[in-house]
Nanobody, 116 residues
Framework: QVRLVESGGGLVQPGGSLRLSCAAS????????MGWFRQAPGKERALVAQ???????KYANAVKDRFTISRGDAKNTVYLQANSLKTEETAVYYC??????????WGQGTQVTVSS
């Protein structure tokens, strides 16, 4: 099985920054891709950013040029640097991993609140 442990959420002022971390552990063979999704109250869960094992990245249009996804040296850790945060980006942020042979796994989520 795969376990994802997220950290780094919290309260930040509009225009501020924070860094989310997610570490994958378990008996998987390899992690194909990891990413971050977010879900605001009353809205669907949506992709924020994703990075593959080859280092290819994908971002939602709304966060391009402000957010950066990266991997740790161990390749089973992913970071999301979020800058210039907006109030409408208040949401629960979920880490997601695609691994072999377990497929998709979700973290428990971490709350990010952007408010003055």
């Amino acid at each position: 099985q795969v376990r994802l442990v997220e950290s780094g959420g919290g309260l930040v002022q509009p225009g501020g920054s924070l860094r989310l971390s997610c570490a994958a552990s378990g008996s998987f063979v390899s992690v194909v891709a990891m990413g971050w999704f977010r879900q605001a109250p009353g809205k669907e869960r949506a992709l924020v950013a994703q990075i593959t094992s080859d280092g290819e990245t994908k971002y939602a249009n709304a966060v391009k040029d402000r957010f950066t996804i990266s991997r740790g040296d161990a390749k089973n850790t992913v970071y999301l640097q979020a800058n210039s945060l907006k109030t409408e980006e208040t949401a629960v942020y979920y880490c997601n991993a695609m691994s072999i042979p377990y497929g998709v796994t979700w973290g428990q989520g971490t709350q990010v609140t952007v408010s003055s």
